[in-house]
Nanobody, 125 residues
Framework: QVQLVESGGGLVQPGGSLRLSCAAS????????IGWFRQAPGKEREGVSG????????YYADSVKGRFTISRENAKNTVYLQMNSLKPEDTAVYYC??????????????????WGQGTQVTVSS
C-alpha cells in the first residue's frame, strides 16, 4: 500500500533551521506531486510548499517565501523541505501529501490522495 514516511520535526529556537523529509512508497507512478501543509491549534490547514517531481516546479506560500526551500531526490522518491529563519508563528503540525503528476496537490489539499501522519514543529525560546 501507499506510504508516506515523514521525519525531521522537532523543537528549535527562533532563527534556527530544520529539514523535513517525506519518503513515498507503494505506487508505480514515475512522477508525482508532493505538497507540504501545516495546521496550528485553532487555525485552518494551510498550504506551505509543493513540488512536481517531473520538472522540479515549486510552490511557496507568501508567509514562507525566501525562508523555506523544497527539493526532491527522485531516485529515492523523497521530498525535502528546508526551513530556515524559523519564527514562532511557524509552529504547527506539518503534513506531506501525495497527488498525481501535474496535479494541484502542490498547493491545494483537495487534490491530494494520500497523507502522512504529520510531524510536530515547535519554534520557541
Amino acid at each position: 500500500q501507499v506510504q508516506l514516511v515523514e521525519s525531521g520535526g522537532g523543537l528549535v529556537q527562533p532563527g534556527g533551521s530544520l529539514r523535513l523529509s517525506c519518503a513515498a512508497s507503494g505506487f508505480s507512478w514515475k512522477y508525482y506531486t508532493i505538497g507540504w501543509f501545516r495546521q496550528a491549534p485553532g487555525k485552518e490547514r494551510e498550504g506551505v510548499s509543493g513540488i512536481r517531481t517531473s520538472d522540479g516546479s515549486a510552490y511557496y506560500a507568501d508567509s514562507v517565501k525566501g525562508r523555506f526551500t523544497i527539493s526532491r531526490e527522485n531516485a529515492k522518491n523523497t521530498v525535502y523541505l528546508q526551513m530556515n529563519s524559523l519564527k514562532p508563528e511557524d509552529t504547527a503540525v506539518y503534513y506531506c501529501a501525495l497527488g498525481p503528476p501535474f496535479s494541484a496537490c502542490t498547493f491545494d489539499a483537495r487534490a491530494c490522495i494520500y497523507w502522512g501522519q504529520g510531524t510536530q514543529v515547535t519554534v520557541s525560546s
